[in-house]
């Protein structure tokens, strides 16, 4: 859409002479290469569009949306000036803290031109951007060009629009093409009166920009004398000023009071002629006016429409969530039934189990009994059979065969009584038995009507679920609605009490009277005279990720769940603090969702980065889940507001609160607002916020504010990545250094304003024998004011991807970290220290109070001794004791071992 904006506001010249050279173009910062189709159809065939940009994930979707375009990895920063003749940036230097050195870097590149494309007067900001420009943010002369042409386009109107703000085009040119095209002063001071934009807009534009309100106070009052004095006529001058009334409705409200007396007094006073001619052009302003008239009238009823939708759809959502609030009401009544069931079941389970037990019991007691007189009773027969046989052979001598039989009846008889006797008994003892058998059995069945009770209570549970995910979208969708709302009778609000309204009332009156109709409908949203006009292509529907989310948090059952607020991309060349504790903390057990802001991730939905760990751009979608969750904030994330975490705090969310670094603006790129400092100490004042702090100072001032709740946590290491084998070769860039054998004197990180380059200047200058390597990135523009490119044995390389650091630190005899002392550095725990610790290197560094913690640092107190300590850090390189101490310090400060800390302190 961007591009679309951009080619619509580009001269005809700048078009004509790009086609008519066959010049190349590359669009530095292309993402996923969207604009060129545009741009190539906008300049033809005979003029070579490429994209470039840094992020590698990025060009490889942009290859794949775009076969037909060549796209390439690369670094303004690190081509080669002059080979390209134009430059096109569009929405790029808004995401930088110092944009006019990257502007400077563009324009270093380009031959001809440089087009710059950026979100103007945008005093909101969005979550991404780090400038607000305006009408004083751009010089006219960058390096070798001069500002050609710029023009500013409200956007907002634009159907299908994915802006609601201004875009400025800006095109800096070099001498050579500003010749060939013939431009001259009235074509910059043209574009000063802002031909894109009405009276409303400018006047809205000018209370947050200071540099357009004394622009539009000068061309308001003394705007014939900026374009010179003219020798015409009174009734020309006159003629001359009614033409620029119908053109430019701007000039009428702004010279209103002078236009008016001038009118009235030629009105008494007419020449020959000259009464009709005004009548005439009268009546051309007045059918204008009309128009305008209509116009805005229309917008008026289609905002009211829009109005309209909103209370519809809003009323639909709140009898969607009332049905969804009745619904759950419902189920917590058929819970608490089932809850009451299971206790009655429990009750009947627990008195069977206690029968159970006392019919065990009384069924040992019989048996044991039984068995007691079946024994007695055997004993007894086996002790008549004893005396019977004594008997018969005492008595057999004695008696006769009739005797013997009428022994041996009399004790079949008495065996007889006793068989039956013990089967009565049996038979008794297997009757409770079977009643007992029956008991158990009816224990069986209640077992199985309780599991059929804990499975309706499962699939009730994630019925419940599936319709707390079903109202957190409800309300996410209301709070939308609302927001709409409120934009839209925000504009009712402007038009109804614009200041361009009240000062083109007396105009509105003379036209009426010159043209016998009555008054029209006008406002603010006046219709510009000789817009540019813009179209835009229809927005496909954006997919909906509730259903892939939900299979994320049933994969991940049991797991709690934390949520980043969008503060850095995840596929970024240099890996922080944000990075490291978020994988670490998935590998803890907790589900990570890493929100990404997406200016380089080009991620849409959700991505497994490892197990646990999801890279989305969905924050809205995860942070407005209606179920208990930690969301995770850094202290450096300044838009962030208080009010977002009370209200994620009412949505059942408890608050992770890192404190890392100085809340200085020295850090930031721009000074602190107030709201951000309210934030910052009310966090760390609420005991039920988990606060973590990353230096010693920053802890001490979070303990003087709560008594628990907190932890400090330094930064750490991935020990196993600065440890690992390495096959790659010696990088280029370096392979004369390290052929040359002289000892390396390494720093890696960025160089700002807390960089001490006097210092290293010193080092340098103290120890010709070596060279001193610097990996980073001028992150405020302090390295060119220093005297190191004066110096033969200092070279500045970077930035060095993450992944690729290694390659290079390897070959670092001494690691150093020779930052100033201040607020600042005070407050610092280096990364870059525990990472110099794994790679077994002598330190060597200024004397910051979070380095003094380390047996393994040599600190420098001031410019002396850190300088003596090169020289004693050189001997130090093959001290085996020594290197076993750097290795020991910095597994002890891995990033595992600080997110096993604030795992258990979330616990």
């Known amino acids: 859409m961007f591009a679309e904006v951009a080619v619509a506001m580009l001269p005809d010249w700048l078009k004509g002479d790009v086609q008519s050279r066959g010049m190349k173009l590359v669009d530095i910062g292309c993402a996923e290469g969207d604009a ?12 070579e569009v490429t994209g470039v940009d840094f992020s590698e994930k990025a060009i490889e979707s942009a290859r794949e949306k775009y076969p037909d375009y060549r796209f390439s990895v690369d670094d303004a920063s690190n081509m080669a000036p002059g080979l390209i003749d134009v430059v096109f940036c569009s929405n790029v230097l808004e995401h930088f803290h110092e944009p006019l050195p990257v502007l400077e870097n563009l324009v270093n590149v380009a031959s001809d031109y440089v087009v710059i494309v950026v979100p103007f007067w945008e005093f909101s900001r969005d979550i991404e951007h780090f400038v607000t420009f305006d009408a004083s943010s751009f010089p006219v002369s960058v390096g070798n060009m001069t500002l050609a042409y710029w023009n500013v386009a409200d956007i907002s109107q634009m159907q299908d629009t994915l802006w609601l703000g201004c875009q400025a085009v800006l095109i800096y040119a070099a001498s050579s093409a500003i ?79 002078e236009q008016l007396g001038e009118v009235a007094e030629r009105i008494e006073q007419p020449s020959s002629g000259l009464a009709q001619e005004i009548e005439q052009k009268l009546e051309v302003v007045a059918a204008r006016q009309e128009a305008i008239g209509h116009a805005l009238h229309e917008q008026l009823e289609r905002m009211r429409e829009r109005l309209g939708v909103i209370d519809e759809s809003q009323a639909s959502h709140s009898l969607s969530v009332d049905g969804y609030r009745a619904g759950l009401e419902g189920n917590a009544a058929t819970l608490q039934m089932l809850e009451k069931r299971l206790v009655e079941l429990t009750s009947v389970v627990d008195s069977i189990a206690a029968e159970q037990d006392s019919v065990g019991a009384s069924l040992e007691k019989r048996f044991d009994s039984l068995a007691g007189h079946v024994d007695n009773a055997f004993g007894s027969v086996l002790n008549g059979v004893s005396v019977l046989v004594d008997a018969v052979e005492g008595i057999q001598s004695e008696l006769g065969r009739a005797a013997l039989a009428d022994l041996a009846r009399n004790t079949e008889v008495y065996f007889s009584s006793i068989s039956d006797s013990i089967e009565n008994r049996l038979m008794q003892q297997g009757l409770a038995i079977d009643r007992n058998t029956s008991v158990l059995d009816d224990f069986s069945k209640v077992e199985r009507d309780i599991e059929v009770m804990e499975m309706e209570n499962k699939g009730m549970a994630g019925n419940i679920a599936e319709l707390e995910l079903k109202i957190a979208e409800l309300q996410s969708r209301f709070a939308v609605s609302e927001a709409g709302r409120n934009i839209a009778e925000a504009k009712l609000r402007a038009i109804e009490s614009s200041r361009s309204w009240r000062i083109t009332a007396p105009l509105r009156g003379l036209m009426s009277m010159f043209s016998g109709k009555g008054g029209t409908s006008a406002g603010v949203f006046d219709i510009p005279a000789g817009p540019v006009p813009l179209e835009s292509s229809a927005v496909e529907e954006k997919p909906d990720y509730r259903a892939e989310l939900e299979e994320i948090l049933l994969k991940h059952a049991g797991r709690k769940i934390i949520v980043f607020r969008p503060l850095v991309d995840w596929d970024l060349p240099l890996f922080q603090r944000p990075h490291h504790i978020a994988a670490r903390l998935a590998r803890q057990g907790f589900l990570y969702f890493y ?110 504010k709560r008594s628990g709740n907190a932890a400090l946590v330094t930064n750490g290491v991935e020990y196993e990545h600065f440890t690992s084998e390495l096959a790659s070769g010696v990088p280029t860039d370096i392979a004369d250094w390290v052929q040359s054998g002289k000892p390396i004197v390494g720093y890696f990180g960025a160089l700002a304003t807390w960089f001490d380059y006097e210092l290293v200047e010193k080092c340098a200058r103290t120890y010709p024998e070596c060279n001193f390597l610097l990996l980073g990135w001028d992150y405020d523009g302090t390295l060119g004011k220093s005297n190191l490119a004066a110096l033969n044995n200092v070279r500045v390389i970077g930035p060095i991807p993450y992944k690729r650091l290694p390659e290079y630190a390897r070959f670092f005899d001494i690691s150093t970290i020779p930052f100033k002392i201040n607020a600042v550095t005070e407050s610092t725990s280096p990364i870059k220290l525990f990472e110099y610790m794994s790679m077994g290197k002598p330190i060597v560094t200024t004397d910051m109070p979070e380095c003094r913690k380390y047996k393994s640092v040599m600190i420098g107190r001031d410019h002396s001794s850190y300088v003596s300590l090169i020289g004693a850090a050189l001997d130090r390189r093959t001290d085996a004791d020594y290197k076993k101490l750097l290795h020991e310090e910095a597994l002890a400060n891995t990033w595992d071992a600080k997110a096993k800390v604030i795992s258990e302190l979330l616990n």
């Open 595 to 704: 929100c990404t802001p997406n200016a380089y991730d080009g991620m849409d939905g959700f991505r497994e980065i490892e197990d646990g760990l999801y890279l989305t751009n969905q924050f809205d979608l995860v942070s407005g889940l209606y179920m208990e969750k930690f969301i995770h904030l850094y202290s450096t994330d300044n838009h962030c507001s208080l009010d977002y975490v009370r209200g994620q705090q009412r949505n059942l969310a408890r608050i992770v609160y890192e404190y890392i670094d100085e809340i200085d603006p020295t850090i930031s790129g721009v000074e602190i607002p107030q709201y951000v400092w309210d934030k910052h100490n009310a966090l760390i004042e609420d005991e039920s916020v988990v606060c973590i702090a990353s230096a010693d100072k920053l802890y001490q001032e979070v303990l003087e």
């Open 179 to 257: 010749q060939r095209n013939d431009l001259k002063m009235h074509d910059l001071v043209r574009n000063s009166y802002f031909p894109g934009l009405s009276v409303g807009q400018l006047l809205s534009a000018a209370k947050d920009d200071p540099a357009l309100h004394r622009s539009l106070q000068i061309s308001s009052w003394h705007g014939g004398q900026l374009l010179g004095e003219t020798s015409a006529s009174p009734e020309q001058e006159f003629g001359q000023k009614l033409e620029a009334v119908a053109a430019r409705q701007e000039a009428i409200g702004y010279a209103l009071h």
């Open 36 to 47: 060129l189709p545009v741009l190539a159809g906008f300049f033809g065939e005979s003029v």
